[in-house]
């Protein structure tokens, strides 16, 4: 019970954590460690901090891994080559354990590494083969190639041998009939194959050495062919070159062969060379069945290792998570045990202890000295611990992204859980878009099981991981839309109108409502199509945004008191909280009583005019005691007096706690000394390792008074002006809530509201084709662009405007040991 | 002024060029490197740097061989990269950065063929960076002449060749004084590029490091022709006209006959003074290796540059010199002569 009711509480403030050692006997380490990173509870601190990479201890165990990782990394690109699938396991949930099976033990790993060894050796002996095969079988197919364009070339020029007698010189002449005539076969050409990409190159070589006398011709292959040096098929082309002289057809075929291509003998008879193509022929068929055959074992070989492959490099994968973990504890060789240190958040001690005592108690061995786990006392600081689930998850991803809470400060990720949604509902302010919102995080909050254990992309994720955020986004913003009777920009008449219009009037007068009651929920919708109607809702919403903004950073200021208390600083609280808050309070806070009050007040009744609060707010500091247009009396005095408190709260939040910090100096410098000893030797009473790992401690940073006095001069600097410039950050609620009004309204009068007015078959159609082009214009602009504008301006509010009221963010995220995140780096 | 346009064309790149400069071995990594017991310990300690995982997928047991083919890989990799990347004048930059690869390939290629070492051996040590199509078939060529007309007639080299078309078998020496004459004509066509095209600051910084590189040569040159029969007048041609010995020290240098003189002539410059001096048994080499990291150093010193790139490519190069150093003396278990890797960083 107790275990539960804690568990759940580290919302507001990071998880309680100890340090705890562990003494393991090195009989049961792995099995130990095992189990540990099943719970995913602790994280490891790492004691060989100075110890090089390569002379930890278990370095040469990794190394062995790596290997197998890197041949199974070899089959897994052999299968992406040929198009095979990996079998994976269906995606687990990242709520259950299921994925990860039981120890496997110490002999099977050998197995593996056996295993993997013999199959590659394997796999590469049998695509060595099929590669050599390919060869050959592109030897052929090129060989034929050549044969059948030469052929072709030869029957071409037979029946236009007249013209080409005419192109030639004499010796071609009776070369090229002698060959024809099956007479003495002089070879005066090369023939072969070349790559298309080189064909241009060759040409211009050839060209220049045979000093312009080329005689080439070449015909591509249309079919890709095998190329043994990029392993890869590639396009080629066929060529026929002509020259006559040994010596230049030497030259020749030597710069071809220079450039890569494969030269081929062709018989110039046309008896035998239809003999040599069916020789070749007889030869490819061979080379393809014995390729087939290699192909297909070579397949069947790799498509048994797509089936296991996953679960295979799953089982490595922990394997090696647990000797790096190893690595990073002192082994201590004449104790036999291996001593870890790591954070456990509290509440998980119980079950640590529980599950590891499991262990000692199971091992058969009788002899092996059990588990011992010491909780140790340190001056070290914890790591930030926020328990969420999937609800909280996203909210609290989104103060992580600016910092990490510092150890036990307020998390700002609870109240961000209503405040997020709500600010951005104020700029989004529209039922129906708010409406479309909600209908889409429903249909991810209602289907995330599914969604769960799909393959999703990144941008995809990113909405599904913020999916509550949507709903409550949708939600929020339905209710502002109501509040603002905004739907797609129409207004609702749910309600009977507080104002009256005139019943008599002619054409192009002005007519005045008047107003006979309260509208029962939000805007009357007689403001609608008003002419003044801007003038009203910008002054509402203007002084909204106002009062929101003052609530949202007074609320965050009251975390600083809380944070204060807790960590028991009262000099942060004299110092930095009070006079901070008086100042704000006496400007923003007066402002903001102000507004109240001339709501609450009827100034058409009373016969004044309203006085403007802005000019009211800047003759306050420009002309103190000078009262323009009274809002309520004595309101001079009090004016005076709010300036004159927040005037003397400057130099009090400047000199206060620099001051407080000297004297504390003064005080503590005679038995500093002391002091020192007396801790550490307490601390370290109950920790072997305190003589190893003393070194690495956290850098204590001394502060000086000069540190101190500058980080204050800073931080007043700041307060001050932040007062003046977050309130008015806060305006563009104010402002995002207009254009998006208006925006709307636009869109709506534009297309869809053109359409109402026609009949007959040219009004469905108008109206059909409008709503489509409406509808979708909705979405695109208004629903997903400025839902994103209006959230960017929401997480701003959040991250600067009252975040920098309370929150320190120096801690450092918990990063436990947990299989679930060896093996699926990223999530979680 | 001239930050004001640069980074339209070049911000991308110099930004990334400076990433890849923080990836550098700094001091301290060499000493964890220096440190190892066998390749796979190196392998372990270069995976932690910007190297990463480059090796992972090479089995065991390493070779020296391997590790320097795989960091040159990834050197021309992000090269290949920056080069897509670049535009108009930085393009035509990256293009004379790699007419140096194609000399030195076109001289072993041809030293490869009249010594007739097999094709596809010379090919695989030819520079990748210094690749073209038709280099394999500069094979064929015989003489001079033809080597000309047929090949490199095509290739961006073609007018620095207008020299050396004089010189007429080809042996080892008229190799050697072709390819000098080459490089004298390319470092005089990328000094005048730099000169001419490049703006403020680039050009300033780009002459430096071209001025220290031409008197590399010229001193080199000198160096390696005590006992041939090129006369001090041939000499003279092969020097780059411009450098710090320009012109007064090229006379002096290409009379000298021995060490003792070229001492003299090279130690009338400030910045060379020390370049004799062999204690701690560092050689010659070792110097202009000290001397052009701290001048590629210096290079990053100002920004809306695309000298960098040249900066960042020559302090690359002497990453993988240095690895491949340490690696060797690991395999070799020479240890105490590990320490003379030159690092700046």
Redesign the interface.
Known sequence: MVETSSKEESIFRSAEMSLIQLYIPTEISRQSLYCLGKLGTIQFRDLNAKV???QRSF?QEI?RL??V??QY??FSNELAIRNIKITEEPYMDSESNDSIGSLVKASEIDEYVENANILEERVSQLIDSSETLLKRQMDCEQALHVLSCSDEFFKLNSTQSSDLIALEDDDDQIALSSLENGGAPIVNFVAGVIARS?IL?LQ??LW??LRGNLYMNFTEISKPIFDPKSKKFIDKNCFIIFAHGDLLLS?IR??CE???SDLYFVEPDTVARSKQISEVQNRSADINNVLDTTTRSLNAELSAIADELYAWWNVIKLEKSIYQIQNSCYYDLGRKCLIAEGWVPNSELQSVKSELFKISNNSTDSETVPIIINILETTRTPPTFHRTNKFTVGFQNICDAYGIATYREINAGLPTIVTFPFMFAIMFGDAGHGFIMTLAALTLVLNEKRILAMKRDEIFDMAFVGRYILLLMGIFSMFTGLMYNDIFSVSTTFFKSGWEWPSGFEVGDTVFAKQVGVYAWGFDPVWHGAENALLFSNSYKMKLSILMGYMHMSYSYMFSLANHIYFNSMIDIIGNFIPGLLFMQGIFGYLSICIIYKWSVDWIHIGKSPPGLLNMLISMFLSPGNIEEELYPHQATVQIILLLIALVCVPWLLLLKPMYFKYQLSKKHHYHQLQDNESSAATDANNLLADINNDDDEVHEEHTFGDVMIHQVIHTIEFCLNTVSHTASYLRLWALSLAHAQLSTVLWTMTISNTFGMTGFIGVFATVVMFAFWFCLTVAILVVMEGTSAMLHSLRLHWVESMSKFFEGEGTLFEPFDFKTVLNPGTV | MEGLFFNIDNGYIEGLVRGYKNGLLTQSQYLNLVQCDNLDDLKLQLSSTDYGNFLSNVPSPLSTSVIQEKSSDKLYGEFNYIKSQSTDLLTKFMDFISYGYMIDNVALMITGTIHERDRSEILERCHPLGWFDTLPALSVATDIDSLYSTVLIDTPLAPYFKNCLSADDLDDLNIEIIRNTLYKAYLEDFYKFCQEKLPIPSNEIMLRLLIFEADRRSINIALNSFDTEITPDDKLKLFPNFGKLYPFGHTQLSQTEDIESIKQVVESIGEYKNFFDNSNGKTLEDHFYQLEMELCKNAFTQQFTISTIWAWIKSKEQEIRNITWIAECIAQNQKDRINNYISVY
């Open positions: 090089n990479a390569f370095v190394k790596d290997n990782e890197r990394r070899f080189k190159a211009k070589i220049r050495s030259r030597k710069i220079s450039m890569d």
